[in-house]
């Protein structure tokens, strides 16, 4: 298992200073201070190779928007600052975020060659295989051809790739941040899950969500506006304090009390959007957590206080609680064994409801 993803449990701090994100990032940057994004070479995919939708072919401006919440080509005048924006560090770590999106793209590239035997829908590209072979120190030219004529990717394969990618996490400080799950990356139970963990229940996981917010619209916020908003380190930490809403110890505290906390930090959110004027949607937002992550004790607390149970007894019922004009819910985890897995205690999810009910 690669070594970013062995923590058995997380701090506190950690929880809202530092996320690796799977998938689109900018949702993500709204709250976090620090933001590692893993898009597993999506956007280079989409761009360069021929894509339709329905049978029609996309338009450049259509695979565009799709990819507006991606973090911008490297061509773009936005990217510099956008990447700068989300490792709020020195240019040594949008170096790492290069050269990991280019091995992620690596992956994509074996996964394609192996199903296209003849090249037809990819094309060999020399320098990108030159710098491949440089980023994983292998012949990457002799991988690709390796792939068509065994027409699959290898475990050897994929671990040179993930080896590559888990020392890039590693060197730019983010070994123990908790993972941000964006919607849309199928290509993870791929990427560095040997098959003995794939099949396995996530028996120790349950879900805290929260639903009926109106939460900022990310696909009606350009990058401009987060990577302004993001420099308001005031007005960014109180929208991060509605999610630490499930970092709290709430364990002992009366319902009135735990329904004063929640509604408070809504107060602030919502006072932060609307002076901002950012446009917003109801939303559900969400945590899948282990029982020794730092999480269970916000949920353990809200269960013996509505519920009067204990948080093993989310395992057999969801317990629903009212608060306000929100809905907060917990339970086990009914993600499937066939979605991506991962080792670390807290992930953070945005329209969980639906994931859970659309496996």
């Known amino acids: 298992m690669p070594g970013w993803r062995r923590s058995k449990a997380v701090a506190a701090g950690d929880t809202h200073s530092k996320i690796v994100c799977l998938g689109p990032p900018k949702e993500a940057a709204l709250y976090f201070d620090r933001v590692f994004p893993i898009d597993l070479g999506t956007p280079s995919f989409v761009r360069n190779t021929t894509v339709s939708q329905n049978g029609e072919e996309l ?3 259509m695979v565009e928007e799709l990819l507006e919440n991606y973090v911008p080509k490297l061509n773009d005048p936005r990217t510099n600052s ?5 490792f709020r560090s020195d240019i040594k770590e949008s170096r790492v975020y290069v050269e990991h999106t280019i091995a992620s793209f690596g992956l994509l590239m074996l996964y394609i060659a192996a199903a296209d035997k003849n090249g037809k829908f990819l094309p060999r590209d020399k320098p990108m295989e030159d710098h491949l072979s440089k980023v994983l120190d292998v012949s990457f030219s002799t991988e690709i051809n390796k792939a068509r004529r065994s027409q699959k990717v290898t475990n050897q394969q994929r671990a040179i790739i993930n080896k590559a990618l888990d020392r890039m996490i590693i060197e730019s400080g983010f070994s123990n941040s908790p993972i941000w799950d964006a919607q849309g990356i199928s290509m993870l139970g791929k990427l560095s899950h040997s098959q ?6 996530e028996d120790g996981t349950f879900f805290n969500h929260i639903s009926g917010l109106n939460l900022v619209d990310i696909n009606k916020t350009p990058w401009e506006m987060i990577v302004e908003f993001r420099n308001d380190s005031e007005s960014r930490a109180a929208l991060r304090d509605l999610r630490l809403f499930f970092s709290e110890n709430l364990q002992g505290k009366s319902s009135s009390e735990i329904e004063d906390t929640l509604l408070s930090k809504i107060y602030h959110h919502d006072k932060v959007v609307s002076a901002w ?3 917003t949607i109801n939303n559900t937002i969400g945590v899948a957590f282990s029982k020794e992550s730092t999480f269970s004790s916000a949920a353990a607390g809200i269960l013996a206080s509505f ?3 204990p948080l093993s007894a989310a395992a057999g019922t969801a317990l629903a609680v009212t608060l306000g004009s929100c809905v907060v819910e917990i339970g086990k985890s009914l993600l499937s064994r066939n979605r991506a897995h991962y080792d670390n205690p807290i992930r953070y999810l945005t329209n969980m409801k639906e994931r859970l009910h659309n496996p």
């Open 277 to 279: 004027k950012f446009q």
């Open 59 to 61: 338009t450049e401006e």
């Open 196 to 201: 003995e963990n794939a099949s396995q229940e």
């Open 82 to 86: 956008v990447i700068s924006s989300l």
């Open 307 to 309: 519920g009067g149970a």
